[in-house]
């Protein structure tokens, strides 16, 4: 297949296949008129799982599927005649079309060989690949060598299946070049039961903030587990939830410590990616309390969130730019938020003092100020606008690792990188839970 120009319009189909989700994207560019963005599409695959094992994916299946898709992206994919010969548009124009299709299958999915014939049988068109441990390692080496970071950390948080993956930049002295070291750590569960099961763990009761005896706890979790959704507003679960997610990320770490310490504290430019189905029902300030108490993470370092598996999607595409052979797209389609996480180092332990003042300027709205207190987890909320500089310092005390000063600058615009958060987290050194529940809930309520 031919490289495609860098100013050609262009129209991409992509699915993800994981977790018993199937997302789906339709990435369009004109680069010409400046004209990108990416339509994007979820399939909850639970309420088929227990009948996986039937043939629920028949090619009548995969019909319904792309009809469908069709109607929720207003664009016209496939055709089907009389005789029910299906076929995919060629590209023509925006609505009208794609040049191609790719689908890609975790290889932990279930039922994966009976989902891969599927559709190997569907149509010859579509391009398949397996997501494994191989292909995120190629992903992340190529993503490293963009430049932007040198310290990369992949996390995907998912009920069965806790994984990070971490790619580095060392120097060797002896060659005098920069190596990249990859490293993977996971932690994995055997079917519904075990999940439910886990919920006995003693050390649940060391993280809940809820009064929940075991009878209770243990029927909360399996109604969530075997009823999953979403959205969730019930506070018992998603405080359970909240526990489970930092036993296994502390789990993880501790299992791991050697391929886990050291990020965000070592010099790098580090970013964390983090995807999974958790992290979309606890949302963003409790997955990253759940990441850094139980990663026991410091330092300084973006974050950004693959909520929608685009990084999966068109990870390749994006790190191959105009090298690409599909489609050529730019960062602020692939990243469009980020959030600034600051953890310094400090022996602060009165409560209720600002100990960050910063600003915000711009030209759209005058001069705005932001705090942080001590002791808290502060979660702070930026302007969603064009373009404007945050600057701030953090009073004498404290210590952004390894030798960053007292300094938090970050410059956010549409075009490049934009910054939706800023996570300044000045709780006393090490976070300590417990001993019940009671104390759990009073140290929340005041962390957040």
Excluded at 168 to 191: C, L, N, Q, T, W
Excluded at 273 to 288: D, E, F, N, R, W
Excluded at 393 to 422: M, T
């Amino acid at each position: 297949m031919s490289k495609l120009p860098l100013l050609e319009k262009n129209a991409y189909l992509s699915l993800v296949i994981k977790d018993n989700g199937l997302w789906a994207h339709l990435a369009y560019t004109d680069h010409n008129a400046r004209r990108e963005y990416i339509l994007g599409d979820f399939t909850d695959l639970h309420p088929l799982r227990h009948r996986l094992d039937d043939d629920v994916f028949t090619q009548e299946f995969w019909y319904d599927y792309f009809d469908n898709l069709e109607r929720v992206f207003n664009w016209d994919i496939v055709d089907r005649d009389r005789n029910s010969i299906f076929t995919f548009r060629q590209f023509k124009k925006e609505g009208d079309g794609v040049n191609g299709i790719r689908i890609q299958i975790d290889d932990n999915q279930e039922f994966f060989d009976k989902i891969f014939s599927s559709i190997r049988n569907f149509s010859k068109d579509i391009s398949l690949r397996v997501v494994d441990d191989r292909y995120m390692q190629e992903t992340l080496e190529e993503l490293i060598d963009r430049g932007e970071y040198e310290d990369i950390m992949y996390v995907d948080m998912d009920l069965m299946d806790f994984s990070i993956f971490r790619i580095k930049k060392i120097y060797d002295k002896k060659e005098k070049v920069d190596r990249k070291v990859f490293s993977r750590a996971k932690i994995s569960r055997k079917g519904d039961l075990t999940l439910v099961d886990s919920v006995r763990d003693s050390r649940f009761k060391a993280f809940l903030a809820t009064d929940l005896n075991q009878k209770e706890m243990v029927n909360y979790w399996s109604n969530f587990v075997l009823n999953r959704v979403l959205s969730l507003e019930d506070p018992n679960i998603l405080d359970i939830l909240r526990s489970y997610s930092t036993i296994q990320n502390h789990s993880l770490f501790r299992d791991n410590k050697e391929k886990l310490e050291g990020f965000g504290v070592s010099g790098k430019e580090s970013c964390l990616i983090i995807s999974g189905y958790i992290p979309q029902v606890l949302g963003k300030s409790k997955t990253l309390l759940t990441l850094i108490d139980g990663l026991e993470l410091e330092g300084s370092f973006d974050c950004t969130w693959d909520l929608d598996m685009r990084l999966l999607s068109y990870g390749k595409s994006y790190i191959h730019a105009t090298n690409s052979v599909d489609v050529i797209l730019t960062s602020k389609v692939m990243h469009p938020s980020f959030t600034k996480i600051v953890i310094p180092r400090h022996k602060f332990t009165t409560p209720n003092k600002v100990v960050f003042n910063g600003k915000i300027e711009s030209l759209e709205q005058k001069e705005r100020e932001i705090l942080a207190i001590s002791c808290k987890f502060n979660y702070i909320n930026l302007p969603d606008q064009e373009k404007f500089v945050m600057s701030g310092v953090l009073k004498d005390g404290f210590k952004i690792p390894p030798e960053r000063g007292l300094g938090i600058e970050l410059v956010s615009s549409k075009d490049g990188k934009k910054y939706e958060s800023l996570l300044i987290d000045v709780r006393p050194r090490p976070i300590i839970y417990g001993p019940d529940s009671y104390s759990n809930k009073s140290k929340l309520q005041n962390w957040l």
